[in-house]
């Protein structure tokens, strides 16, 4: 079976988005995450962008021995020494160089010719090759890229000596169909040579960032650029955890494995939210607080009666320490009672029955019910039946006077 390798780019197209800016120590503590959670490759950052940029790649390179670890550079002098330097002290380094294809980027941006274009990837990825054993080559904005261009860029590329392509969806613009689509053309371009990995980096823009990046692993490309509960520019970058995830569970639909460890995803992404002070949104796939959370009376009862019937995920898979079950208006008694003995009661039926109709009045005023409330409603459920009975008794004995 094939090897789907995963390169994660938290620590640098993550870092670039709103709010996610990294020190060179919060880069170290999430590199040895990143290590630990099994990625084939940890793009560090971008040197070039300043000192201590450059200083925290280079950190990064130093202390991670057993994963790859690459740096940016654009397909320019300043950038490919920065990202060399960066790179000097990594166990296995990877040059990342990149030069946008689309006539959009070439004339509104770059105010290149194509022509220029395909010398600038030449001399750049030729020139990283004599100083990095890895480089690879990503054309930016790809998806939107006349496409003989772009197969033009890709020969320019692997003939100067990268031999990883990478067909970046920049803008998130591209459908799945479309996006599979771009990799058949390239790899039938290319051949069947072994020693060219093609590469998907897909933006979330239209919400299609997995999805495209799944299409891409059907299509035969070999490596997935992701990051972190999807961090990354705008609507940001595809999620490793949905990535990691959506391969293992379909496996037998994707057909390819990994070397992503499940059950370090949860712990990754709590990492990445320690450091960044940014929590991921409660319906986020796999690690959202809700995605392993049930309320639902006949979800809860199909969960506790086998949990197939409502996960396809087993949250201790991936690291989640429990499946939540939410007591709230629509839950049913079999949730409650399993709550209660959870929390270490063993209720009659009485018990439940008052209980739930005091949970249920409840859950109509609040969200939702907390432990606390469930401990107050079964304390007083039983110290009114203590009454009851302590004022029938006293009845009883009244009459027996
Ligand atoms: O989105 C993009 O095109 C990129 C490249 C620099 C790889 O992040
Ligand atoms: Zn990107």
């Known amino acids: 079976m094939d090897t789907v390798r995963f390169f994660d780019t938290t620590l640098r197209d993550g870092e670039q988005s709103p709010g996610f800016s990294m020190t060179r120590e919060e880069k170290l503590a999430l590199a040895s995450k990143l290590e630990a959670l099994g990625v084939d490759v940890i793009e560090a950052g971008f040197p070039v962008a300043s000192a201590g940029e450059l200083e925290a790649v280079r950190a ?9 670890v690459a740096a940016l550079a654009r397909a320019r002098r300043e950038d490919v020494e920065a990202a060399l ?4 002290p990594a166990a296995m380094p990877r040059l990342h160089v990149f030069l946008a294809t689309s006539d959009l980027h070439l004339q509104a941006k770059l105010r290149m010719t194509r ?23 990503s054309a930016e904005d790809a998806s939107r890229s006349d496409i003989r261009f772009l197969l033009e860029a890709m020969e320019t590329a692997a003939e100067a000596g990268a031999t990883i392509l990478n ?10 169909e479309e996006y599979g689509a771009m990799f058949h053309r390239v790899r039938g371009h290319l051949g069947r040579s072994e020693e060219i990995i093609l590469s998907a980096h897909c933006h979330n823009d239209l919400g299609l960032a997995v999805a495209n990046s799944l299409a891409a692993v059907r299509a035969g490309a070999r490596q997935v650029e992701c990051t972190i509960n999807g961090i990354g520019e705008r609507a940001g970058n595809a999620s490793l955890e949905e990535l990691a995830v959506a ?39 796999v690690v959202g607080a809700n995605a392993f959370a049930h309320e639902a ?32 208006k629509h839950s049913g008694r079999n949730a409650l009672r399993t709550r209660f003995t959870e929390l270490g009661y063993t209720v009659s039926d009485a018990e439940l029955a008052q209980c739930y109709r005091a949970a249920m009045e409840l859950a109509d005023a609040a969200k939702e019910i907390t432990d606390r409330d469930l401990l107050t409603l079964i304390h007083h459920a039983r110290r009114q039946n203590r009454h009851a009975e302590t004022s029938v008794d006293a009845t009883v004995a009244m009459g027996e006077a």
């Not at 067909?167 to 799945?176: A, H, I, K, R």
């Not at 037998?252 to 940014?278: H, K, M, P, W």
């Not at 009376?297 to 996960?311: A, R």
């Open 247 to 285: 391969l293992a569970v379909r496996q037998s639909f994707f057909g390819v494995q990994t070397n992503i460890r499940l059950e370090e995803i949860y712990s990754a992404s709590r990492a990445l939210c320690d450091v960044t002070g940014i929590s991921v949104p409660p319906n986020k796939a």
């Open 115 to 137: 022509r220029e274009a395909l010398e600038a990837i030449g001399r750049w990825v030729r020139h990283g090759k004599e100083r990095c054993a890895e480089v690879e080559f």
């Open 60 to 68: 990064v390179a130093a202390a991670i021995r057993g994963t790859r």
């Open 297 to 328: 009376g006949i979800h809860q009862d199909g969960i506790l009666k086998n949990p197939l019937t409502y996960e396809i995920i087993r949250p201790e898979a991936v690291g989640v320490p429990s499946r939540r079950m939410v007591v709230g």
């Open 85 to 88: 330097m960066a790179l000097e």
């Open 167 to 176: 067909l970046p969806d920049t803008v998130g613009f591209s459908t799945p």
